[in-house]
């Protein structure tokens, strides 16, 4: 009776023994299902699409770069510190931090509470570096040339780093995402240009007619606004009582979307008279004339806000910080 209570003992033990190592062994290889790179770009596009829209950087470059840093998620820098683009401590960095074996033995990785503040902190880090500044005279649609671009500048040391980059956003077509209304056309998987023509078209029937202010030509109008086009790029004239929020409402644009395609801060106030950019600028002027004479009571953002140039854009064009006082006379750069 007692070696039979043994034996059964015995037979629990290894029961449990064997439950517990088969749940030990499926969470294991839970956890090494590997993300694939589809599942890596629908989960963070939206950010490298916010980014691209604040900041100037491609969204196509985040997502390769993220792709290629972390390879999709997967890597063991990314899921141990939420890593997403392999930037190392350097001097400046404050934030928590892991060694990782990379170019040498040991070395100092920065170390994030989520993918998100990764993601965050590598729009920042390449716009807060100096070496990187060339690259934002290019338009967020070239991402050739911010590939090259980010070689050049040293961010990798492989040798073939832009073609890896050009061949992951051409392989994924992920240069769809830096089209306007880019989500959408990435998810259609569509080889068009930016539907923003065709959307304006179907807005009003109105025919395109030059306004009695010869420096304002409308193309249509939409919602009571004329829309009008500079640059390249479509804006209304704001009326009395008007926001940010309530047009870009009218356009189907957040309010903090129209207030970063126009450089104000999101609570920024709106008068009538004022210029409201309904897409993004440009980043340099695409017409004829190289430069503009600057008039009294002119600054950088109102000759922004003129040519339908970014601030930013327009300020490292021409090696000014944002906000500074413009001297009658001087000749800004426009490209």
């Not at 023994?17 to 062994?25: D, G, K, Q, S």
């Not at 985040?62 to 141990?80: F, K, P, V």
């Not at 008279?273 to 600028?281: A, F, L, P, S, W």
């Amino acid at each position: 009776m007692k070696f039979s209570q043994k034996a059964i003992a015995i037979s629990k033990f290894s029961l449990l023994f064997v439950v517990f190592t088969i749940v030990a062994l499926s969470a294991e290889a839970a956890g090494s299902v590997k993300q694939t790179l589809e599942e890596y770009v629908e989960r963070y596009k939206a950010i490298a699409i916010a980014h691209m829209e604040r900041y100037g950087i491609p969204a196509s470059i985040t997502m390769a770069q993220g792709i290629l840093e972390s390879d999709s998620g997967n890597s063991h820098l990314s899921r141990s510190s939420n890593n997403h683009f392999g930037i190392k401590c350097k001097k400046s960095w404050k934030g928590d931090r892991v060694y990782h074996d990379d170019d040498a033995k040991g070395e100092c990785f920065r170390a994030y509470p989520s993918v998100e503040a990764s993601y965050l902190d590598h729009a920042e880090f390449l716009d807060s570096s100096p070496r990187y500044d060339s690259l934002f005279a290019y338009p967020s649609t070239d991402y050739r040339s911010w590939a090259r671009g980010l070689k050049a500048a040293g961010y990798a040391t492989a040798p073939d780093y832009a073609e890896r980059l050009v061949k992951i956003i051409e392989q994924h077509k992920l240069y769809l995402l830096d089209k306007e209304d880019g989500a959408k056309i990435y998810a259609a998987n569509k080889g068009a240009t930016a539907n923003t023509e065709t959307w304006f078209e179907m807005q009003s029937s109105a025919l395109p007619a030059v306004g009695a202010d010869a420096f304002h030509v409308s193309v249509n109008t939409h919602e009571g606004y004329t829309i009008y086009r500079t640059n390249q790029t479509y804006y209304v004239i704001a009326k009395e009582g008007d926001t940010y929020r309530g047009v870009g409402r009218k356009f189907g644009i957040s309010g903090r979307t129209l207030c970063s395609f126009n450089d104000v801060a999101k609570d920024a106030e709106l008068k009538a008279g004022n210029i409201v950019y309904i897409e993004r600028k440009k980043s340099h002027w695409l017409g004829n004339v190289m430069h503009h004479e600057v008039r009294r009571g002119e600054t950088l953002y109102s000759l922004s806000q003129s040519y339908a140039i970014r601030e930013r854009s327009l300020a490292r064009l021409n090696r000014l910080g944002r906000g500074e006082v413009l001297e009658q006379g001087r000749l800004i750069r426009l490209k």
